[in-house]
C-alpha cells in the first residue's frame, strides 16, 4: 500500500463547494502519477522512452461521504491484481478524520505504441510491479 495526501481545492468542488464526481477520478489519477514517477516509470519517461503505452481501460468509483472545500484527504493505493497484460490499483479515499469517503478502481493495459496493439507487461515494469505490491504504509 502507497498513500498520497491532498486538499480538495475549490477547482475540485461544484456550486455547492461538494467535490464534483468525476474529480475523485482526478485525485486517484494524481496518486497513480505520482505513485509510478517514485517506481521509475513516470509519464514523461513512459512518453519519451518506453516502447509502450499503460491505458486505462476500466475505471469505478463509489462514493461513501462528501467532501468539501479544504477537506484534507489521504488516497491509499494498491495493487489489486496483477495480470499478463494488465494490471488492477484499487484505491481507498479518506478524509482528514479518517472516515472512508470513497473508493476506486483502475485497470490498465499494456500495449505497444507501434501498433496499439495489447502486448505483455514489460519485464522491468512487471518487477517492479511485485516489488510495489510488498512495499507497506509508504507516505509520498
Known amino acids: 500500500?502507497?498513500?498520497?495526501?491532498?486538499?480538495?481545492?475549490?477547482?475540485?468542488?461544484?456550486?455547492?463547494?461538494?467535490?464534483?464526481?468525476?474529480n475523485q477520478f482526478k485525485i486517484v489519477h494524481e496518486a497513480y502519477e505520482i505513485l509510478f514517477e517514485q517506481i521509475g516509470f513516470g509519464f514523461a519517461k513512459l512518453i519519451r522512452d518506453c516502447d509502450f503505452f499503460l491505458p486505462i481501460v476500466h475505471a469505478q468509483s463509489d462514493y461513501t461521504a462528501p467532501l468539501f472545500v479544504g477537506d484534507k484527504v489521504k488516497v491509499e493505493v494498491r495493487l489489486a491484481k496483477i495480470g499478463r497484460t494488465s494490471f488492477t490499483l484499487s484505491y481507498r479515499l479518506f478524509n482528514q478524520n479518517n472516515k472512508l469517503v470513497g473508493t476506486s478502481q483502475t485497470v490498465h493495459v499494456s500495449v505497444a505504441k507501434t501498433t496499439k496493439k495489447k502486448i505483455p507487461l514489460p519485464p522491468a515494469?512487471?518487477?517492479?510491479?511485485?516489488?510495489?505490491?510488498?512495499?507497506?504504509?509508504r507516505v509520498w
Do not use: C, N, P, Q
Not at 495526501?5 to 464526481?21: M, P, V, Y
Not at 515494469?125 to 504504509?137: A, F, I, M, P, T
Open 1 to 22: 500500500m502507497l498513500t498520497y495526501k491532498t486538499t480538495i481545492k475549490l477547482h475540485d468542488t461544484d456550486a455547492a463547494g461538494l467535490l464534483f464526481f468525476a
Open 125 to 137: 515494469l512487471l518487477r517492479v510491479l511485485k516489488k510495489v505490491s510488498s512495499d507497506r504504509g
